[in-house]
T-cell receptor, first 116, second 115 residues
Framework: AQKVTQAQTEISVVEKEDVTLDCVYE???????LFWYKQPPSGELVFLIR??????QNEISGRYSWNFQKSTSSFNFTITASQVVDSAVYFC?????????????FGAGTRLFVKA | NAGVTQTPKFRVLKTGQSMTLLCAQD?????MYWYRQDPGMGLRLIHY???????AKGEVPDGYNVSRLKKQNFLLGLESAAPSQTSVYFC??????????????FGPGTRLTVL
């Protein structure tokens, strides 16, 4: 069965600090997709990144970076030099085709507070 | 190109009333989804559809029905609303071509309160 665990419920940092959001997933499928979404206080869901299970190359995009490790079933997300505008709830999600339909399972989310 | 739209944005119902939420997408996506998000929780899948005329149950389908009569529309119905269905409802669509840029596109959400 699919499962996504975000153990950090809330994180509070001071502006310009680096922060890493943890995500651990479970799936029996060998082909799967991992996502990070951001939900700012306005409520919409903003897509940040998708990673395929056959692509473990880590990526840096501006202040964001991702660390995908299949050996530990983890897909962590780091914000470098955090800003107040980064304050939001961040969701990790997993999608696989084992049951058809590319159903996506979301973690419970990590609420990030960035203080000025 | 409006992406994914949801109607209405807000609604207040009394227990026992019925209503239908409409999701529309103009991206010609095959797959569509309905999720609910409760305070402090992630999204949970209610129902989904892999194509016109087909629907399937997700994690929390009880109390809801769906229909996908047209490819671009996915309707979520509450036949007899209950306070436990107070939530924010998100619709999403997906074109599953498995490319590195492929992702679910989400609508803005519908905030439903059942009194």
């Amino acid at each position: 069965a699919q499962k996504v665990t975000q153990a950090q419920t809330e994180i509070s940092v001071v502006e310009k600090e680096d922060v890493t959001l943890d995500c651990v997933y479970e799936t029996r499928d060998t082909t799967y997709y991992l996502f990070w979404y951001k939900q700012p206080p306005s409520g919409e869901l903003v897509f940040l990144i998708r990673r395929n299970s056959f692509d473990e190359q880590n990526e840096i995009s501006g202040r964001y970076s991702w660390n995908f490790q299949k050996s530990t079933s983890s897909f962590n997300f780091t914000i470098t030099a955090s800003q107040v505008v980064d304050s939001a709830v961040y969701f990790c999600a997993l999608s696989d085709s084992s049951t058809g339909g590319f159903k996506t399972i979301f973690g419970a989310g990590t609420r990030l507070f960035v203080k000025a | 190109n409006a992406g994914v739209t949801q109607t209405p944005k807000f609604r207040v119902l009394k227990t026992g009333q019925s209503m239908t939420l409409l999701c529309a997408q103009d991206m010609n996506h095959e797959y569509m989804y309905w999720y609910r998000q409760d305070p402090g929780m992630g999204l949970r899948l209610i129902h989904y559809s892999v194509g016109e005329g087909t629907t399937a149950k997700g994690e929390v389908p009880d109390g809801y029905n769906v229909s996908r009569l047209k490819k671009q529309n996915f309707l979520l119905g509450l036949e007899s609303a209950a306070p436990s269905q107070t939530s924010v409802y998100f619709c999403a669509s997906l074109l599953p071509v498995c490319s590195s840029t492929d992702t679910q596109y989400f609508g803005p959400g519908t905030r439903l309160t059942v009194l």
